[in-house]
């Protein structure tokens, strides 16, 4: 391993969380009200000062939540790292599977969260400022930073990115577009659903970045240029680490699954809040099928419909699996989409009782 430039900030850095490793880590984030909200809406949301609980008014009546933590609009995005992905980074180097997904309504701040700002648009995609990076590119450079820091000679690590993005039941290869659509099927050692996505070696935050940024760009003028809505697509970035024990010439290996799901957008805007509740229009198929996995997961059915779509089959590790996972729910706090928000909230409580089986991968 090569010697790593110093990285002071990342000496200081602590969480103050202690990741569950059996259950889903939820957290929620609400995003500072945009100018049509500040017009049309106001302020829905109590936020109570213990960072766990929070209520949500509409229609005079209040729904309270539970969370792992609560996360006001003034969070920085340094806040929502430190909480919901640097507790992870020991987990993945010991060779835990990891995974951080957010999901929210369009527009909530998924893809601001998990890359940060700009990432909607070719032009500006990776230039943002450094404080307003999201969790991705701080979780690499914490991880590279971790594995240069080993002691040489004790452990040799090798790190693969690979980016995918699943839209309407397809899923395409960001980092090489030519390639045909990719297939998902079961991995004859485990059980388990991959893909054939390509697997580009990288050796530092630098690479990873710069893959990052070609594979936003690809998803972004790809969909602008089909009409195809990004906003109804998953993407996926996946970092396979293994590690070379030499002491013991055992190698371990992890994945780690950062996910920015599809909005979850699917309310009718009459009727009664239950009824409207209950409506499930225009939901993307795949982001039902996950809601049908948590629930089975959370009454502890017998059959969990993993099968049911490409995007579940993947996440079957994530939930109710071999993985530790964050999960980051992101939310508007004013009232015009206050619906939106406790439909966000009700998934999370949901995933809040899902039970995950998390074992060192080591051969
Ligand atoms: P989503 O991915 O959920 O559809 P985006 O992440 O694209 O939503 O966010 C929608 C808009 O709101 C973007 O212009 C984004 O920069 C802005 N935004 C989201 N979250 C925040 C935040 N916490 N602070 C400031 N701006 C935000």
Same mark, same amino acid.
């Given at each position: 391993?090569?010697?790593?430039?110093?990285?002071?900030?990342?000496?200081?850095?602590? #969480? *103050?969380?202690?990741?569950?490793?059996?259950?889903?880590?939820? +957290?929620?984030?609400?995003?500072?009200?945009?100018?049509?909200?500040?017009?049309?809406?106001?302020?829905?949301? *109590? &936020?109570?000062?213990?960072?766990?609980?929070?209520?949500?008014?509409? *229609?005079?009546?209040?729904?309270?939540?539970?969370?792992?933590?609560?996360?006001?609009?003034?969070?920085?995005?340094?806040?929502?790292?430190?909480?919901?992905?640097?507790?992870?980074?020991?987990?993945?180097?010991?060779?835990?599977?990891?995974?951080?997904?957010? &999901?929210?309504?369009?527009?909530?701040?998924?893809?601001?969260?998990?890359?940060? @700002?700009?990432? *909607?648009?070719?032009?500006?995609?990776?230039?943002?400022?450094?404080?307003?990076?999201?969790?991705?590119?701080?979780?690499?450079?914490?991880?590279?930073?971790?594995?240069?820091?080993?002691?040489?000679?004790?452990? =040799?690590?090798?790190?693969?990115?690979?980016?995918?993005?699943?839209?309407?039941? %397809?899923?395409?290869?960001?980092?090489?577009?030519?390639? !045909?659509?990719?297939?998902?099927?079961?991995?004859?050692?485990?059980?388990?659903?991959?893909?054939? $996505?390509?697997?580009?070696?990288?050796?530092?935050?630098?690479?990873?970045?710069?893959?990052?940024?070609?594979?936003?760009?690809?998803?972004?003028? $790809?969909?602008?240029?089909?009409?195809?809505?990004?906003?109804?697509?998953?993407?996926?970035?996946?970092?396979?680490?293994?590690?070379?024990?030499?002491?013991?010439?055992?190698?371990?290996?992890?994945?780690?699954?950062?996910?920015?799901?599809?909005?979850?957008?699917?309310?009718?805007?009459?009727?009664?809040?239950?009824?409207?509740? %209950?409506?499930?229009?225009?939901?993307? %198929? #795949?982001?039902?099928?996950?809601?049908? =996995?948590?629930?089975?997961?959370? !009454?502890?059915?017998?059959?969990?419909?993993?099968?049911? #779509? %490409?995007?579940?089959?993947?996440?079957?590790?994530? +939930?109710?699996?071999?993985?530790?996972?964050?999960?980051?729910?992101?939310?508007?706090?004013?009232?015009?989409?206050?619906?939106?928000?406790?439909?966000?909230?009700?998934?999370?409580?949901?995933?809040?009782?899902?039970?995950?089986? @998390?074992?060192?991968?080591?051969?």
């Amino acid at each position: 391993q090569p010697n790593h430039p110093e990285v002071p900030e990342l000496v200081h850095q602590k #969480s *103050d969380i202690k990741m569950s490793k059996k259950g889903v880590n939820v +957290f929620v984030r609400f995003r500072p009200d945009n100018a049509t909200e500040q017009k049309l809406g106001v302020q829905c949301v *109590d &936020y109570h000062p213990d960072q766990k609980k929070v209520s949500v008014s509409c *229609d005079g009546i209040s729904h309270g939540f539970n969370f792992r933590r609560i996360f006001p609009p003034e969070s920085s995005q340094e806040q929502i790292f430190l909480s919901c992905a640097l507790p992870l980074v020991e987990s993945i180097l010991e060779g835990y599977n990891c995974a951080i997904l957010a &999901y929210g309504q369009t527009g909530a701040g998924k893809t601001y969260s998990l890359l940060g @700002p700009g990432y *909607d648009h070719p032009e500006r995609v990776g230039k943002c400022d450094q404080e307003l990076r999201g969790v991705a590119p701080r979780l690499l450079q914490s991880i590279f930073h971790q594995i240069y820091s080993t002691v040489s000679g004790e452990a =040799v690590y090798k790190v693969y990115t690979s980016y995918i993005q699943i839209y309407n039941e %397809k899923i395409f290869d960001l980092l090489n577009p030519a390639k !045909e659509k990719l297939k998902v099927y079961q991995d004859t050692d485990k059980g388990l659903w991959i893909t054939d $996505a390509t697997k580009v070696p990288s050796k530092n935050v630098k690479e990873v970045n710069q893959i990052l940024e070609l594979g936003t760009k690809y998803r972004v003028t $790809a969909a602008t240029n089909s009409n195809a809505e990004s906003s109804r697509s998953h993407a996926l970035l996946i970092l396979t680490i293994t590690k070379h024990l030499i002491n013991t010439g055992t190698y371990r290996a992890s994945q780690v699954y950062m996910v920015d799901l599809c909005g979850s957008e699917r309310i009718s805007k009459t009727g009664v809040v239950e009824e409207r509740l %209950k409506e499930a229009q225009n939901i993307n %198929k #795949s982001l039902l099928s996950l809601g049908n =996995v948590i629930n089975a997961l959370a !009454e502890k059915r017998k059959h969990i419909p993993y099968r049911d #779509s %490409k995007m579940t089959r993947l996440l079957q590790n994530s +939930f109710g699996g071999n993985s530790l996972t964050s999960l980051l729910l992101c939310c508007s706090s004013n009232s015009t989409n206050a619906l939106e928000t406790i439909s966000t909230l009700r998934f999370g409580d949901r995933a809040n009782m899902v039970h995950n089986r @998390p074992v060192i991968n080591q051969r």
